[in-house]
């Protein structure tokens, strides 16, 4: 279904792969890990047909349903409904029955209702062949598997949030995947980029069952180990310190174990191999002493060369960002304050009469289901959109820090170094230069355009704009989505240590509990409460 041969890939000069040969079959139910800035998004954005390699070719055969992190693209003023149903067809087909409904019912004259009827008719037959009623059925079970309620569906793209946009372009790739081919398999092969982000913990169980059940290819990217472990029935691991990919051809946690098990072999062999080098190399320089034995010394000093040389590379510790959430600015006792807030798109409310004191140093939590408002929330608090009603009032002293899951913050035209020096234009250059290698940006990646880093890059480079300034007041939307699991921990120990006021949504409850809040603001009522126990089992669902 993918081919690919002699795969090169590049960011600026740095390798990230060289003479790949990747595969995928039917069946092939494939997780591709590696570090942040490994190359997994890129690799994926490759294979699917949206970026082209440096050297090397791509085949690819049959359907192909790709879901990049940071969906971007479409006609947002398509309702979310029509989106998912286009993915076979079926939303163009339903709109041209409608119009020749409507004529059957108003055309007077006998002869252009036949015509009409006759039209509707072909138009039906057409509907039934594609699976007709009980194919919107589907999709409508898909989408509310994904958390989109029917109200949602209703909406132009243009009014969702991220994350629910975002749920429909997962819904519609998985409407596609699950029309059955000639032999009653899907056809499809799904390239699936961090799925999991933005999902509720009941709907990611039904991915899981969904995607194990899928007949056609998969490569999947994700952090999300339970998913990995319930699906995968391969890996493939990109090694960003020996440009290479190691396959796999297991589940995960026989994977975990033979990885394990290749980097202790390695170790050994290098350790058996360097102390058989040393003893030749001193054995060599004894013997250079003698102009007889000069050319034995040589020759023994190439073989300890030799040694070495056929080692496979060491594999260096994955460095991983320091992040330091900035020492917050001195600020008067509540900082930010919304009073009476509401929201609406069109005819549907999101929330109404939310009041909110963000005093000093205070940290809270925003919960409420997918749809609730709760980004919604944030922007109108960091001032990314207006709200209908109510006021947002900045108290003395206040430094906002915004970070955005959907890296709106982000200027993805620009370059690394540009938006870096915007987020902090008083800020020295070396000062932000030694910030951004701290955040694991050296070199050429200063220049590299912020929409071509991966999305754990993406949010290394964002929570770099936070670490920048001297905010007082930070506003996280989702900061440990597409983190690997050794900078997620980083993240954890920013919040633990931060000492300025915390606003957080997250489905995440280690950073919940690494924020150990004091309250809890439930959506879509503005119900406060002060914060217990008992609301960390609603975080997942939230």
Same mark, same amino acid.
């Given at each position: 279904?993918?081919?690919a041969?002699?795969?090169?890939l590049?960011a600026?000069?740095?390798i990230?792969?060289?003479?790949?040969?990747?595969?995928?079959?039917?069946?092939?139910?494939?997780?591709?890990?590696?570090?942040?800035?490994?190359?997994?998004?890129?690799?994926?954005?490759?294979?699917?047909?949206?970026g082209?390699?440096?050297?090397?070719?791509?085949?690819?055969?049959?359907?192909?349903?790709?879901?990049?992190?940071?969906?971007?693209?479409?006609?947002?003023?398509?309702?979310a409904?029509?989106?998912?149903?286009?993915?076979?067809?079926?939303?163009?087909?339903?709109?041209?029955?409608?119009k &020749?409904?409507?004529?059957m &019912?108003?055309?007077?004259?006998?002869?252009?209702?036949?015509?009409?009827?006759?039209?509707?008719?072909r138009?039906?037959?057409?509907f $039934?062949a594609?699976g007709?009623?009980? #194919?919107?059925?589907?999709?409508?079970?898909?989408?509310?598997? +994904?958390? +989109?309620?029917?109200?949602?569906?209703?909406?132009?793209?243009?009014?969702?949030?991220?994350?629910q946009?975002?749920?429909?372009?997962?819904?519609?790739?998985?409407?596609?995947?699950?029309?059955?081919?000639?032999?009653?398999? $899907?056809?499809?092969?799904?390239?699936?980029?961090?799925?999991?982000n933005?999902?509720?913990?009941?709907?990611i169980?039904?991915?899981?069952?969904?995607?194990?059940?899928?007949?056609?290819?998969?490569?999947?990217?994700?952090?999300?180990?339970?998913?990995?472990? #319930?699906?995968?029935?391969?890996?493939?691991f990109?090694?960003?310190?020996r440009?290479?990919?190691?396959?796999y051809?297991?589940?995960?946690?026989?994977?975990?174990? &033979?990885?394990?098990?290749?980097?202790?072999?390695?170790?050994?062999?290098?350790?058996n191999?360097?102390?058989?080098?040393?003893?030749?190399?001193?054995q060599?320089d004894?013997?250079?002493?003698?102009?007889?034995?000069?050319?034995?010394?040589q020759?023994?000093?190439?073989?300890?060369?030799?040694l070495?040389?056929?080692?496979?590379e060491?594999?260096?510790?994955?460095?991983?960002?320091r992040?330091?959430?900035?020492?917050?600015?001195?600020?008067?006792?509540t900082?930010?304050?919304?009073?009476?807030?509401?929201?609406?798109?069109?005819?549907l409310?999101?929330?109404?009469?939310?009041?909110?004191?963000?005093?000093?140093?205070?940290?809270?939590?925003?919960?409420?289901?997918?749809?609730?408002?709760k980004?919604?929330?944030?922007?109108?608090?960091?001032?990314m959109?207006?709200?209908?009603?109510?006021?947002?009032v900045?108290?003395?002293? +206040?430094?906002?820090?915004?970070?955005?899951?959907?890296?709106?913050?982000l200027?993805?035209?620009?370059?690394?170094?540009?938006?870096?020096?915007?987020?902090?234009?008083?800020t020295?250059?070396?000062?932000?230069?030694?910030?951004?290698?701290?955040f694991l940006?050296?070199g050429?990646?200063?220049?590299?355009?912020?929409?071509?880093?991966?999305?754990?890059?993406?949010?290394?480079?964002?929570?770099?704009?936070?670490?920048?300034?001297?905010?007082n007041?930070?506003?996280?939307?989702e900061?440990?989505?597409?983190?690997?699991?050794?900078?997620?921990?980083?993240?954890?120990d920013?919040?633990r240590?931060?000492?300025?006021?915390?606003?957080?949504?997250?489905?995440?409850?280690?950073?919940?509990?690494?924020?150990?809040p004091?309250r809890?603001?439930?959506?879509?009522?503005?119900?406060?409460?002060?914060?217990?126990?008992?609301?960390?089992?609603?975080?997942?669902?939230?």
């Open positions: 279904m993918i081919s041969t002699d795969l090169e590049r600026g000069s740095r990230l792969l060289a003479d790949a040969t990747l595969r995928v079959q039917p069946g092939d139910r494939i997780g591709l890990v590696g570090r942040n800035g490994a190359g997994k998004t890129t690799t994926l954005r490759v294979l699917a047909g949206e082209l390699p440096y050297a090397g070719e791509v085949r690819r055969s049959e359907e192909l349903g790709y879901l990049p992190q940071d969906p971007r693209e479409g006609d947002l003023s398509v309702a409904k029509d989106r998912v149903l286009s993915a076979r067809g079926l939303d163009e087909l339903l709109r041209e029955m409608d &020749a409904q409507t004529a &019912a108003e055309l007077v004259d006998d002869a252009q209702r036949d015509s009409a009827v006759r039209r509707y008719g138009l039906e037959e057409r $039934s594609l007709g009623y009980a #194919a919107e059925s589907e999709a409508a079970r898909i989408c509310s598997n +994904l958390g +989109l309620a029917d109200r949602v569906l209703d909406q132009p793209l243009r009014t969702l949030s991220g994350g946009r975002r749920r429909v372009e997962l819904a519609r790739i998985l409407f596609a995947a699950s029309e059955a081919g000639v032999n009653g398999r $899907s056809t499809t092969t799904l390239l699936l980029d961090e799925p999991t933005h999902l509720d913990a009941d709907s169980g039904w991915l899981r069952d969904f995607l194990k059940a899928h007949s056609g290819g998969l490569v999947v990217i994700s952090h999300d180990v339970d998913l990995l472990a #319930a699906v995968v029935n391969k890996v493939w990109l090694d960003a310190t440009s290479e990919v190691d396959v051809n297991m589940e995960w946690r026989r994977y975990l174990d &033979a990885r394990a098990a290749d980097e202790k072999r390695r170790r050994r062999e290098r350790a191999a360097e102390k058989k080098a040393g003893a030749l190399m001193a060599a004894k013997m250079r002493a003698k102009a007889t034995k000069a050319v034995a010394a020759n023994m000093a190439r073989r300890a060369e030799k070495l040389a056929g080692l496979d060491q594999r260096v510790a994955d460095k991983v960002a992040i330091v959430f900035p020492k917050p600015a001195a600020c008067g006792r900082p930010l304050t919304a009073e009476n807030l509401s929201k609406s798109y069109g005819s409310e999101i929330f109404t009469g939310v009041d909110l004191a963000i005093d000093r140093g205070s940290r809270v939590v925003v919960l409420g289901l997918n749809g609730a408002g980004t919604t929330l944030l922007r109108l608090l960091g001032g959109e207006p709200a209908d009603a109510g006021s947002v900045a108290g003395h002293g +206040l430094r906002l820090g915004y970070y955005a899951q959907e890296h709106e913050t200027d993805h035209e620009a370059s690394v170094w540009s938006n870096i020096r915007s987020a902090a234009p008083d020295p250059e070396q000062q932000l230069r030694s910030l951004l290698g701290a940006f050296t050429e990646q200063l220049d590299q355009p912020a929409g071509t880093l991966s999305g754990g890059e993406k949010t290394r480079l964002a929570l770099a704009g936070l670490v920048s300034s001297a905010a007041v930070l506003l996280l939307d900061p440990t989505n597409n983190l690997d699991p050794a900078s997620r921990e980083q993240v954890l920013a919040l240590s931060y000492q300025g006021a915390v606003v957080l949504v997250t489905h995440d409850p280690g950073a919940v509990e690494a924020l150990e004091e809890v603001i439930l959506l879509p009522d503005g119900t406060e409460d002060h914060w217990s126990e008992e609301y960390l089992d609603l975080v997942q669902l939230a």
